[in-house]
């Protein structure tokens, strides 16, 4: 395995030109209503100007950056559960569940915790950690096992214990494969986190969803813009 590398060092250029575009979206509303403006010439109000851009994104990476931290937790540790001697008989039990999991849209997700927790982040965030466990489990599981077997035993032939390993030979070893899964896992949880407007949590979506209401496409074009950006940003900086 080749060692990690972020996105950012291989070609800092490509993050550096969303990053701009995605201030640009957020602080320079006369220009991005220029830019609607020409490409909906017809559109009565091309914004939506109840809220700043900039307080969406800040409700959208808060949101984002909870349900990631959280689903790395749980995945991280669930995937180091089921490679150790007493998770291994749970495997396929776990691994069933966290594809279950995944397998349900998260609005419905919403739909069903609404009743029980109520509107606003929580829910959308139990609904983010629930869809977006399985990729960092599944590549914590599929590094650690991709570690060549000369590289454990030779930390065993010299007295390393299994946590010793873990850290200092597997895990590094492991992490370009780790990293792949919690960038997969980070992208997709910008783009569910749209849905949480659905919920009263706020973000992105918000703009979407009245555009939505509205039938005006120049606003939901305002609106989808900076989760596009924001999502390509992730995958290109990790």
Do not use: C
């Not at 990690?4 to 220009?31: C, D, H, K, Q, V």
């Not at 209503?33 to 909906?40: K, S």
């Not at 949101?63 to 150790?84: M, N």
């Not at 009743?115 to 599981?141: C, D, E, F, H, K």
């Amino acid at each position: 395995m080749t060692a990690y590398e972020p996105g950012i060092r291989r070609n800092p250029w490509i993050p550096a030109a969303l990053l701009a575009a995605l201030m640009f979206w957020t602080f320079s509303t006369p220009g991005v209503e220029a830019v609607l403006r020409f490409f909906f010439p017809q559109a009565v109000t091309v914004t939506y100007d109840r809220s700043p851009m900039w307080h969406f994104l800040l409700d959208h990476l808060t949101i984002v950056a909870a349900g990631g931290t959280i689903a790395i937790g749980i995945g991280v540790a669930a995937g180091l559960f089921v490679l150790s001697p007493l998770g291994r008989p749970f495997r396929d039990i776990v691994m069933r569940i966290a594809t279950f999991g995944q397998s349900i849209p998260s609005v419905a997700i919403m739909a069903i915790a609404v009743p029980s927790i109520g509107y606003g982040s929580r829910t959308v965030l139990l609904a983010l950690v629930i869809y977006s466990v399985l990729p960092v489990m599944v590549n914590v599981v599929a590094g650690i096992e991709g570690v060549p077997a000369s590289a454990v035993e030779a930390g065993r032939g010299m007295g390393m214990t299994r946590a010793e390993r873990l850290r200092l030979i597997e895990a590094p070893i492991a992490l370009p494969v780790i990293m792949t899964g919690i960038k997969s896992m980070l992208v997709i949880m910008v783009s569910a986190a749209t849905l949480g407007a659905v919920v009263g949590a706020g973000g992105l979506g918000v703009p979407i969803l009245s555009g939505i209401g509205s039938f005006n496409d120049a606003v939901i074009a305002y609106g989808a813009v900076p989760p596009i950006l924001l999502a390509l940003l992730v995958d290109q900086t990790l």
